[in-house]
């Protein structure tokens, strides 16, 4: 990870974060528990989600979190991978889903013309 855009969290970093709002932190936790607990989802399972979802939305932090709780709850290194190629695969579909509205400007230029 790049330090200078992405510095590791400090111990001075945490307290500070935690004393500008404590209460939505503890139920930020709260939630957090919550959702990545035994359920109808194993625990493995929701930590393969999760770092899918964090390729998507491209956070260093949670890639580095997710990946080693996922290890943690018995996740292999071919489910990790995996789950992120299926991120890729979503990511990548997206622009290939909304590629109908570039075309249906074009075509309405087109025929405005």
Not at 7 to 23: D, G, H, N, V, Y
Not at 66 to 87: F, K, N, T, Y
Request: aromatic share 6%; glycine share 4%.
């Amino acid at each position: 990870m790049d330090h200078s855009v992405y510095p590791s969290m400090t111990p001075e970093l945490a307290k500070q974060r935690a004393e500008l709002a404590p209460e939505a932190l503890a139920a930020f936790k709260a939630f957090s528990k919550a959702v990545f607990a035994e359920g109808a989802l194993s625990k493995r399972e929701k930590q393969l989600i999760a770092v899918a979802v964090a390729h998507v939305t491209q956070c260093p932090y949670c890639i580095k979190g997710h990946s080693e709780a996922a290890v943690r709850a018995g996740a292999s290194e071919q489910q990790l991978m995996e789950a992120i190629w299926v991120a890729a695969e979503m990511r990548a579909g997206g622009a290939y889903a909304h590629s109908h509205l570039a075309l249906d400007a074009i075509n309405n230029l087109k025929a405005r013309s």
